[in-house]
């Protein structure tokens, strides 16, 4: 039997790795189906998913530095100084990339990439590599989460 609840609109905090209950969600008034489960567990499925597709995209990534190690790691450096520049929120992880860049091998830093613990999450998502990823790679990777798009 599928239950219908209202629609919630989730209010995060700062913090990536929140994953919300029912007293951090408010009713907006519309109906939706959340197949049998829970707020609670509708959110953290898709927070699940989402982490999925992080990772596959640092998956993509790691093999792109396979493929061309000097090109891609030389567009990195230059991606770090300039967000270095930039002084945004993700500074201190940029600066910890710049650190990884001169230290680490193409082998440490493929397997840092790969490595889908939470304590390499951030760091992963601020991996400064490849610019945009195709359209094409990002496509695939979203079926592999969600599934094939209904046309």
Not at 112 to 133: H, S, V, Y
Request: proline share 5%; aromatic share 10%.
């Amino acid at each position: 039997m599928k239950k219908s609840v209202s629609q919630y609109e989730v209010i995060f905090p700062d913090n990536p790795y929140f994953i919300p209950d029912e007293r951090d969600v408010k009713t907006t008034g519309f109906e939706v189906d959340l197949g049998g489960l829970t707020p609670t567990e509708a959110i953290a499925q898709e927070a699940a998913k989402l982490k999925l597709e992080r990772y596959l995209y640092s998956c993509w990534k790691a093999n792109h530095i396979e493929a061309d190690p000097e090109k891609t790691l030389t567009l990195a450096r230059e991606d770090i100084k300039e967000a270095v520049r930039r002084k945004n929120g993700a500074q201190r992880f940029f600066q910890e990339w710049d650190r990884i860049l001169a230290k680490w091998t193409v082998k440490q830093i493929c397997a840092l990439l790969r490595d889908n613990t939470d304590d390499t999450e951030q760091l992963r998502l601020c991996a400064p590599f490849c610019g945009k990823i195709p359209d094409a790679e990002i496509d695939k990777i979203h079926d592999q989460v969600y599934g094939a798009a209904v046309s």
